[in-house]
């Protein structure tokens, strides 16, 4: 069915390694995600989100529902927040991504928010366009997230990120971006104890500097290469080759 097709654009190397594996080199292409260049709508922020000093937190039944461990995710995230609240000065900001009605975030976002509302540094952020969600996400310090577009969002902004993953999409970004995904993604269906989420979180503080570093060095020619899919689709509309 694959083959039928003219043009397969992949947005990182690991699927594009497998079509090529499957025969399909010479019509698929590796594009970064086109969401890697969508602006970001800055509005006023809500009580409690201090700019620049908030760790960015998203959650989603469906990493949930593919944990190995039955409540494992849930309660990594709980440790997670009691550690940053503990053994920081930072908020968390609790930031949605899809809200569809059979697959909210905000269901067990709002299940976490009851928990920790009454510290006053946890924050639940309402739904709102995807610019203006990267707006929230772009005046982060540190986001970790479970929705591959929340992460996108993240890492466009140059925010040190670590993604709860549950497919193979999520470690060929980390990999395109940094040469291992290895401590930059953290798959769900691996998580055994209750404090992975806060160890990695800790891993992420160390290395602060170095991430921000390497995502300001590698972004400028990644966006750019991102901005081919729409070439490559105006030349297929054209009847030329793609590339």
Same mark, same amino acid.
């Given at each position: 069915?694959?083959?039928?097709?003219?043009?397969?654009?992949?947005?990182?190397?690991?699927?594009?390694?497998?079509?090529?594996?499957?025969?399909?080199?010479?019509?698929?292409?590796?594009?970064?995600?086109?969401?890697?260049?969508?602006?970001?709508?800055? #509005?006023? @922020?809500?009580?409690?989100?201090? +700019?620049?000093?908030?760790? %960015?937190?998203?959650?989603? =039944?469906? *990493? &949930?529902?593919?944990?190995?461990?039955?409540?494992?995710?849930?309660?990594?995230? #709980?440790? @997670?927040?009691?550690?940053?609240? +503990?053994?920081?000065?930072? %908020?968390?900001?609790?930031? =949605?991504? *899809? &809200?569809?009605?059979?697959?909210?975030?905000?269901?067990?976002?709002?299940?976490?928010?009851?928990?920790?509302?009454?510290?006053?540094?946890?924050?639940l952020l309402e739904d709102a366009d995807c610019e203006t969600l990267k707006g929230y996400i772009?005046?982060?310090?540190?986001?970790?997230?479970?929705?591959?577009?929340?992460?996108?969002?993240?890492?466009?902004?140059?925010?040190?990120?670590?993604?709860?993953?549950?497919?193979?999409?999520?470690?060929?970004?980390?990999?395109?971006?940094?040469?291992?995904?290895?401590?930059?993604?953290?798959?769900?269906?691996?998580?055994?104890?209750?404090?992975?989420?806060?160890?990695?979180?800790?891993?992420?503080?160390?290395?602060?500097?170095?991430?921000?570093?390497?995502?300001?060095?590698?972004?400028?020619?990644?966006?750019?290469?991102?901005?081919?899919?729409?070439?490559?689709?105006?030349?297929?509309?054209?009847?030329?080759?793609?590339?």
């Amino acid at each position: 069915d694959l083959g039928r097709y003219s043009c397969i654009i992949a947005r990182e190397s690991v699927t594009w390694q497998a079509l090529a594996q499957a025969g399909l080199k010479e019509k698929s292409y590796l594009v970064p995600d086109p969401a890697f260049l969508l602006p970001a709508r800055k #509005r006023a @922020l809500p009580a409690g989100f201090q +700019e620049g000093n908030m760790v %960015g937190l998203n959650v989603s =039944p469906m *990493v &949930v529902e593919r944990e190995g461990k039955p409540g494992i995710t849930m309660e990594n995230y #709980r440790r @997670l927040i009691r550690h940053i609240l +503990e053994t920081t000065e930072m %908020g968390v900001a609790l930031i =949605p991504h *899809v &809200v569809w009605k059979s697959n909210d975030d905000r269901t067990v976002l709002r299940e976490l928010f009851a928990e920790f509302r009454s510290t006053g540094r946890v924050v639940l952020l309402e739904d709102a366009d995807c610019e203006t969600l990267k707006g929230y996400i772009s005046r982060c310090r540190f986001f970790i997230g479970a929705r591959t577009h929340s992460t996108i969002a993240a890492y466009s902004s140059l925010i040190p990120t670590l993604v709860l993953g549950y497919s193979v999409k999520a470690r060929g970004i980390a990999l395109d971006l940094f040469g291992t995904w290895e401590d930059y993604v953290l798959p769900v269906q691996s998580l055994q104890e209750e404090d992975e989420l806060a160890k990695g979180f800790d891993w992420l503080l160390g290395e602060e500097g170095r991430i921000r570093k390497r995502l300001e060095t590698v972004m400028p020619a990644y966006l750019e290469r991102a901005r081919q899919t729409g070439r490559m689709l105006s030349r297929l509309l054209d009847g030329r080759s793609p590339m």
